[in-house]
């Protein structure tokens, strides 16, 4: 049988036993009903995975001893950042994990001119561990070992001002100048900027060129917030990463 996937927040050698989180226990539990000698695998985001064994499986907890560390290659040669401007309802949860399935390694929730979403200091707080729950589910059922990061709500000219590297920078822009397959290998990654539901306004967009950002479109057709940056990314990871 196919080891479950579980994250563990915590450090993982050979021979150790450690007693399962606790949400993931009673998943074990009580929906795989697993048993003692069923394996698992365990996964802290240092990019390996570790094969285990369950030990011992009661009604409130689970116990598994690591057997070995294993080379996890899921990751994508390509770095891309994804900052997305926040979305309505459960489509900021979509966009995070279907990102993480898609291989970025962060996503960074941007309020931007037209941003709709409103989140005091509390609410960010409390998305931003809702979201990293999100990514850590979409690691275990796709079998990425890092979890991608996920920065603090922030707004676009933060963010703009916090940039260094060689990284290519692009911007989702309907009228852009630039195609995914005319950019050439973006040896140092992407940075990849999409607005909120309705657009990037005009001085979202100076402030955007003026960071060094050049448009890209996805075609004639306008996309959707949560699904213009998947296309994007999944653009760029066929042509220059690794689908």
Known sequence: MRAIRI????????GAELVLPEQAAAHVVRVLRLRAGDPVSLFNGDGSDYAAELVAVGPREARARILESRTNRSESPLRIVLAQALARGE???WIVQKATELGVAEIVPLVTARSEVKLDDARARKRLEHWR???ISACEQSGRARVPTIATVQPLRTWLD????SAVRLALLPEGELAPRT????????????????????ADIALLRK????????GP??????TAGMAAIAALQALYGDL
């Open 162 to 165: 916090s940039l260094d590297g």
């Open 211 to 218: 960071a060094g950002f050049r448009g890209l479109a996805l």
């Open 221 to 226: 057709r306008v996309l959707r917030t949560e």
């Open 183 to 202: 950019l050439g290998a973006p040896a140092q990654g992407a940075a990849l900027a999409v607005g909120p539901e309705g657009g990037f306004d005009d």
């Open 7 to 14: 994250h563990v927040d915590a450090g993982l050698t050979a």
């Open 91 to 93: 489509k900021m949860d």
């Open 133 to 135: 729950a999100v990514a």
